[in-house]
């Protein structure tokens, strides 16, 4: 089934806390797990993706922690910032010839107050 | 100098009207997309265009028809417009899924139908 479970639906985070966002697949073809940025009014925007050759990968604020064997993946907001506000979600696709399909989970409204 | 770029940005119409969104992207990117993402924020793949041609066509009614004129344009068309056809509508473009799937979103139409 191709089905991304994204959870919690919203999240409130004091300024300077860690947001932590969890998804999880079903599909073992999935080799592309992005997770994409959106602000109100906006349409979504890339963040950081992985792929499942390693476990973690970092870039500045925001980690993302891949678990193969459990199917799971999470995004990991450090030093959370109001500006961070926004709605978070996660995505798997199988990359390669003739799947051009990215499911996306359902979101995360990320809500960080001062 | 706008990447993916949809006209209107408001679309406001009578039940029963027809309408199209149109969508270019000056990124030079193979394929195009149009999602739909509904009042609780949810993000639905409709139709997937690579090189004019079409590859992922959602179970959408077929009051809706993407039509691409060359490969920089994804138009969407809708006939026969619904109350639930009320949402937000985005474009997106990616260039050659070879090792990454970044899609690039347009600001998004948003269609009311009263």
């Known amino acids: 089934q191709q089905q991304v479970k994204q959870s919690p639906q919203s999240l409130i985070v004091q300024k300077g806390g860690i947001s932590i966002i969890n998804c999880a697949y079903e599909?073992?073809?999935?080799?592309?797990f992005p997770w994409y940025q959106q602000f109100p009014g906006k349409g979504p925007a890339l963040l950081i993706a992985?792929?499942?050759?390693?476990s973690e990968k970092k870039e500045g604020r925001f980690t993302i922690s891949f678990n193969k064997s459990a199917k799971q993946f999470s995004l990991h907001i450090m030093d959370s910032q109001p500006g961070d506000s926004a709605t978070y979600f996660c995505?798997?696709?199988?990359?390669?010839?003739?799947?051009?399909?990215?499911?996306f989970g359902k979101g995360t409204k990320l809500s960080v107050i001062p | 100098d706008t990447a993916v770029s949809q006209t209107p940005k408001y679309l406001v119409t009578q039940m029963g009207n027809d309408k199209s969104i149109k969508c270019e992207q000056n990124l030079g990117h193979d394929t195009m997309y149009w999602y739909k993402q509904d009042s609780k924020k949810f993000l639905k793949i409709m139709f997937s265009y690579n090189n004019k041609e079409l590859i992922i066509n959602e179970t959408v009614p077929n009051r809706f028809s993407p039509k691409s004129p060359d490969k920089a344009h994804l138009n969407l068309h809708i006939n026969s417009l619904e109350l639930g056809d009320s949402a937000v509508y985005f474009c997106?473009?990616?260039?050659?899924?070879?090792?990454?799937?970044?899609?690039?979103f347009g600001p998004g139409t948003r269609l009311t139908v009263l």
């Open positions: 599909n073992t073809a999935f080799d592309y």
């Open positions: 992985i792929r499942p050759d390693v």
């Open positions: 997106a473009s990616s260039p050659l899924r070879v090792s990454t799937d970044t899609q690039y």
């Open positions: 995505a798997a696709t199988q990359l390669g010839a003739g799947s051009y399909q990215l499911t």
